[in-house]
């Protein structure tokens, strides 16, 4: 993508951020009391603020550092949500069969790393377009595969197409695209040899052609 620099916000750092997906819903009242609503997006977008994770000078010098190398909002970068960090859930361990990413048509090669949502009323596909590409597992039918990753991208290339009608799935860890959502670093040092910076605001940047 244009703009990003291929690192990860300091984890030291991201430890305690909040946040997590936001959705734009417009909502219409209708006169009868009943009301429309819609969304123009077809993904969320994931908000952070990292402001939790300052505990020392060291920590406030790190943090500039960072954000001066980044030039502020003007290149995005990686950032390892807490919370959503991988195709499984975050207590368990990355499995080749944890995500479905197609069924094999004889000739396709390459796929797209995705993560579902749902439940029995409703689901979500997300792209994962920057995961960890030494995590990435891949299997065919449950088959293990070697398989060519695009770390800046989460497209994932096998040597052989699957055959018609073949599953493939894959696991992985992944890391969420953002930048900074401000300026200005309004930073405070409260006692010596420490320090707070209580808004440190991310966004997540879209890549996808259909947001």
Not at 2 to 13: A, I, K, Q, T
Not at 31 to 49: D, F, L
Not at 134 to 144: I, K, M
Not at 196 to 201: F, L, R, S, V, Y
């Amino acid at each position: 993508m244009s703009g990003f620099h291929d690192v990860e916000f300091p984890l030291s750092l991201a430890f305690g951020a909040s946040g997590g997906p936001q959705r734009l819903t417009q909502i219409t009242p209708l006169t009868n009391g009943a009301e429309q609503r819609n969304t123009p997006h077809a993904h969320s977008r994931r908000k952070y603020n990292a402001g939790a994770g300052i505990k020392s000078i060291d920590d406030l010098h790190k943090l500039i550092a960072f954000f001066e190398a980044r030039m502020g909002q003007l290149y995005s970068f990686r950032f390892k949500d807490p919370t959503d960090f991988k195709s499984c859930l975050p207590s368990q361990s990355v499995s080749a069969t944890d995500q479905g990413l197609g069924v094999g048509d004889g000739a396709q090669t390459t796929f797209q790393l995705v993560k579902s949502y749902g439940d029995i009323s409703g689901a979500y596909i997300r792209p994962i377009t920057k995961p960890i590409a030494a995590s990435v597992h891949l299997a065919v039918n449950g088959v293990s595969q070697t398989v060519n990753v695009n770390a800046l991208t989460g497209l994932v290339t096998l040597q052989t197409a699957p055959a018609a009608g073949a599953i493939i799935t894959a696991g992985f860890e992944f890391h969420v695209p953002v930048r900074f959502d401000t300026d200005a670093l309004e930073l405070t040092l409260e006692a010596f040899g420490a320090g707070e910076a209580a808004n440190i605001p991310l966004i997540e940047v879209r890549e996808y052609a259909n947001v």
